[in-house]
C-alpha cells in the first residue's frame, strides 16, 4: 500500500512517500481502507518528536482516517498513528459509524479536533451559560468549532483570534461575537477591551509564548486558562502558583488521549456533535484535499499558517 513513512525526525522534508506492507488487524483491531486522511498540526510535532508521546522511527504518522471497514461500513476513526496511508488499523471503542449525510472531511474534523473543543469546554473548562470564552486561532482546525460549540452551551461572549483579516471573518462567520489580531502589542488588553472592559472566563490557548501570558493575564476571578498545543515552538514564561493564588485564575493542560479513558471516551462528544451538524447547528471548515503525495506541503502550508479550517490528504492521489 501507499503511505507517508518517517524515518528521520525533523520538518516536512522527512514525509516520504513509500509503498509498504498493508497492516494486519491484530485481536479486535478494525482494518480501514483509508478515503481520506485527517492532518493536524500535531502532526507536525509528531515528525519532529518534539511533541507530548515520544514516537519510535520507521512511523507512518496521522492521528485519524476515515474510510470503509472490511464489512463495507462508512466510518471514521482515531488511530494514533498510521493515518498517512491507504489502509490504517483502529481500536473499536475509536471508530465511529458515519450517516451519510456527513461527509468524510466534516467527520474527520469532529472526530480529533471537535472532541478536542467539545472536552476542553465541557470536561476541562467547564463553560457554564453567560461566561465569556477567548479562542485563539479561530480559524483552525480545533478554533472554528470551539467557537460554535461555545455558543451551542451558553456562551455569552466568544471572542475570536486570528492572525490574517480573511481568517478574522471566518471566525465571524463561525459565530465568533468579534475577532481580533492575537499579534496586538497589549494582547491581555485588547482581549478585556473586546469583552467590553471586563476579564475573560475562558481561553482556549495553543500557541504558547508571549500569548500564553497575556492570555493568563486578561482571566477574570476564577477564570480557566485550557492550554492544549505549543503551535509557537516557544515556550511561556513559567507560572507562578502565587499568582494564581493571588487572582483565582486556573491553568488546565489538556491532551485528548486522556479523554479515551472517561465513561463512554469520545463517543458522547462525537454524538452531540454529529446530532448538532444533523440540525445545521455545526458545520467544519473544509480547508482543502492534498494529494497523499504532498504531504510534505500540506505540512509546510500549516506550519505556515497559510491553511484554515480541515485540511485532508486523499490517499488515491
Known amino acids: 500500500m501507499r503511505a507517508i513513512q518517517v524515518t528521520r525526525f525533523g520538518g516536512p522534508e522527512v514525509l516520504d512517500l513509500v509503498e509498504l506492507e498493508a497492516p ?3 485481536g479486535d483491531q478494525v482494518l480501514i481502507d483509508v478515503s481520506a486522511s485527517g492532518v493536524n498540526f500535531a502532526d507536525t510535532h509528531q515528525a519532529a518528536n518534539d511533541y507530548l508521546a515520544p514516537q519510535r522511527l520507521p512511523l507512518v504518522p496521522g492521528a485519524e482516517a476515515a474510510g470503509r471497514t472490511e464489512d463495507g461500513r462508512r466510518v471514521v476513526a482515531l488511530v494514533g498513528s498510521g493515518g498517512y496511508a491507504e489502509q490504517a488499523l483502529a481500536h473499536p471503542s475509536t471508530v465511529f459509524a458515519l450517516p451519510d449525510t456527513v461527509d468524510d472531511t466534516t467527520a474527520l474534523a469532529f472526530v480529533l479536533q471537535g472532541a478536542t473543543a467539545w472536552h476542553m469546554l465541557r470536561t476541562s473548562a467547564r463553560l457554564a451559560p ?4 477567548v479562542v485563539h486561532a479561530a480559524a ?5 468549532l470551539a467557537v460554535q460549540l461555545a455558543r451551542e452551551l451558553g456562551a455569552e461572549r466568544v471572542i475570536a483570534t486570528a492572525s490574517s483579516a480573511d481568517k478574522r471573518d471566518l471566525a465571524r462567520d463561525v459565530g465568533a461575537d468579534i475577532a481580533i489580531d492575537p499579534g496586538v502589542d497589549d494582547l491581555a488588553a485588547a482581549l478585556q477591551e473586546a469583552n467590553n472592559g ?4 475562558i481561553v482556549l490557548e495553543m500557541t504558547g509564548g508571549s500569548v500564553f501570558d497575556m492570555s493568563l493575564a486578561a482571566l477574570a476571578p476564577f477564570g480557566r486558562l485550557v492550554t492544549y498545543g505549543m503551535a509557537g515552538r516557544v515556550p511561556p514564561s513559567p507560572v507562578d502558583p502565587r499568582r494564581l493564588m493571588a487572582t483565582s485564575r486556573a491553568v488546565i493542560g489538556f491532551w485528548l488521549m486522556h479523554a479515551l479513558s472517561l465513561p463512554g471516551g469520545l463517543r458522547p462528544a462525537m454524538e452531540e456533535m454529529l446530532d448538532l451538524h444533523a440540525a445545521g447547528r455545526l458545520r467544519a471548515l473544509h480547508g482543502g484535499s492534498y494529494p497523499l503525495s504532498d504531504a510534505r506541503r500540506a505540512h509546510e502550508d500549516m506550519r505556515a499558517r497559510r491553511t484554515h479550517g480541515k485540511i485532508t490528504l486523499d490517499p488515491s492521489r
Open 130 to 133: 453567560g461566561e465569556s470564552v
Open 198 to 201: 471586563r476579564p475573560v472566563d
Open 24 to 26: 494486519v488487524p491484530r
Open 140 to 144: 483552525g482546525g480545533v478554533g472554528c
